[in-house]
Structures are given as C-alpha cells and as structure tokens.
C-alpha cells in the first residue's frame, strides 16, 4: 500500500433503500474516480442491489464482495461492498416500500455505525432511505435524531453553509425553543467542529427569527447567546438580518450560518445551489454525511437521477474526516 493510501481515511457509505435511486447514484459516483481522491471508500448493503444499480447506471464497473478494509481497491471500476446477507435479492421491488427493504437498510445503518465508533472507518455516508420501508421494519428509530442541544443538521452548498438551530419542529413551537443557552452551545458545537475538520476560527453569521433580527427571541435569546459565544473566544455575530445574512456567507464575509429553522436554512441552501449540496449531522462522535433529497421511487430504476450530491458527500467526508476543511469546488 502506497503512503498516499495510507494517508486517505476509510469511509463507509450505505447504498440507501435498494429499492430507491440509492445503488445507481452511488455507482454513478464511485466510478468518477473522484472518491478514492480522498479517501479509502467501501460500500455496505447489497452486492446484489449494487450490481442492479450499475445496470441502471449504464456504467463499467465491478461488485466485488470483500469481508472487510484489507485489500480494498483504488480502482473506481472495482465496486467494494461488504455484504452480510440482510437483503435476500427475491424480496424487493424497485420503486416500492418494502418490510424487507427497510430491515436491510437498518442493518446496513447500523453497521455502519458501529465501525464509526469502532474507529474502524473515518466516516459514514448513507444514501437516501425511505421512512416507508423503515416503518413496515419497525426500524425507524435507526434513523439518527437531530435533537437541538444535542446534534444539528448542516447543510453544505460550496460556499453556503448552514446549519440549523432547530430542524423538523412547528413555528410556534420553534419561538418557545430558542433560549441564550440553546444558541450558545449551538455556536461552541459549530465553532468546534469546524475547527476540527480543518477551519481555525471560522466565521458565523447568526440569522435573526424576525424580518430584520427585530424581534423579542432575537433580543431576549439570541443576542444574549451570541455574546456568551463571544465571551468564549467564538468569532460570532448577530442576531443579523435573515434576509442578508445567506448572501453575506456566500460572498465570503461569514464561513457558515446558524439558521433558526429548517426552511430558514433549506430554502437558501436549495435557491443557491440544489444540484451537488450535502447534509451532516453535527454532534455524534464522528463523521456522518447524507443528501438533501429522498428515494426518489418515481424515477428509480430509469438511470436518470442526479448523482452529484452522493459524489459531493462521499468526498467531502473523506476531506473533512481527514481534517482537510472543506471542499470548495462542488461536482
């Protein structure tokens, strides 16, 4: 093994439901070549879904089984997939919710995530999975939650970066969350995460909840919390005008922001640059990285779905969990 192979970090990615866009994105993806750039990838699910997604995919490429990290190949064209078995190649149907596809999924997550904290594997991708199929598996508790003081969803679009201060929650219930104390640890996880993956002293922008950050939560909670932040070291601002402070990011003058809520934050990732954004959640003990878009059952199969958010995610783990920053330049 090279000393270049050595020095790029193992990175394990789920082929997502094997019955959605999830093993022909990923194909599409691992042949480009511009995932083994960064790091050492291994695939874990299906080695027959894999070999159904490079059909779809029309691409060149070999599934190889292999039973774990030794040996993995940097040739794109050589797909490694370790395959337990959790998925029997009769019991799915492209395109539809299946008991079987989501229990295999859920396995599939969970071994993932269990070499993550093994330290076997730097990072974790997951290709799109369907709520569908983990219900009818009673697996929906596989899927990790993004629970305010604890971890955060963040959004990665080239320059724009955002992360959200609460994620799927009502308006009226997003008001009643936010406290000084809540936004404080936000930025401390922000800046610290940031910082270990390559940034020193990133920039934050903090969005205000109110048109023009004028409203009783930005001064009663966050201006409070931003200060606390401050007061520690974190380079900070706001509460800022959310209507300005998406744009600011992107022209440089912020390196992330902290958004309020979901749509705050997805609407400005999803305007800027839909095609090649990818998520994270922020807070667990390592590195997981996901996409902004779903199954996708109605075009699964038809070799057309985009793959540039999959590629985006798979090399930016690899960068990030080798504390190489970001990676600017989006596929």
Known sequence: M???????????????????????IVAKAWVTGEVHKLSRPVLIGSAHAMRKGVEIAKVQATVRVVNGLDGLSDNPQIIDILDDGALDPADFQIGKDSESGGRANAAWLKRAEQMARNGEVAATVFAPVSSGSLKMAKALDVIMPVTPGESYL?????????MHLTDHMPLRKVCDTISADLTASALQTLHDTFTKWGMANPRIGVAGLNPHAQGKEDTESLAPGVKHAQAKGINAEGPLSPDAVFRQCVEGKYDAVLAMYHDQGHIAIKTWGFSGNCAVIVGPPYLSMTVAHGTAFDIAGKGIADHKMILNAMRMAGSMSAGAGFIEEMI
């Open 2 to 24: 090279s000393s270049t192979a050595k020095s790029r970090p193992f990175v394990a990615t789920t082929i997502g439901d094997p019955a959605g866009i999830g093993p022909e």
């Open 154 to 162: 963040l959004l990665l679009s080239g320059p724009l970066r955002v």
